[in-house]
């Protein structure tokens, strides 16, 4: 991976799993911190009406309509991270996403 992850970009990130490389949403990523991890919440096709799930809009680059559940937070390795996404979510969405993880975080 040439590109350091941006907060706000998806990215297709490689979770070690066979087979299972998904779409997230990066939250946080600095180059001047001691390890060489993002922090991202999953984008899934799951949806539980939860107060920690956010609908996305659609786009052409999820098949179905997805959502993020900010639960599924999580360090990535920049290594770990494929390709970017060919497109952003706009403000409202970012805007969504910060409000169901404070709410998850209870802050």
């Known amino acids: 991976m040439s590109?350091?992850?941006?907060?706000?970009?998806a990215w297709f990130?490689?979770?070690?799993?066979?087979?299972?490389?998904?779409?997230?949403?990066?939250?946080a990523a600095q180059t001047d911190a001691r390890l060489a991890l993002a922090s991202v919440?999953?984008?899934?096709k799951q949806?539980?009406?939860?107060?920690?799930?956010?609908?996305?809009?659609r786009v052409p680059w999820l098949q179905e309509q997805s959502y993020i559940n900010v639960q599924s937070i999580q360090p990535v390795k920049y290594n770990e991270f494929v390709r970017k996404?060919?497109?952003?979510f706009d403000a409202r969405v970012i805007s969504e996403v910060e409000a169901a993880l404070k709410r998850w975080l209870s802050f």
């Open 85 to 88: 996404a060919p497109g952003k």
């Open 13 to 27: 990130i490689d979770l070690g799993m066979v087979v299972k490389l998904r779409y997230a949403l990066v939250l």
């Open 47 to 57: 949806f539980e009406g939860t107060p920690y799930e956010v609908a996305l809009p």
């Open 41 to 44: 919440v999953l984008i899934t």
């Open 3 to 9: 590109a350091i992850p941006q907060p706000g970009e």
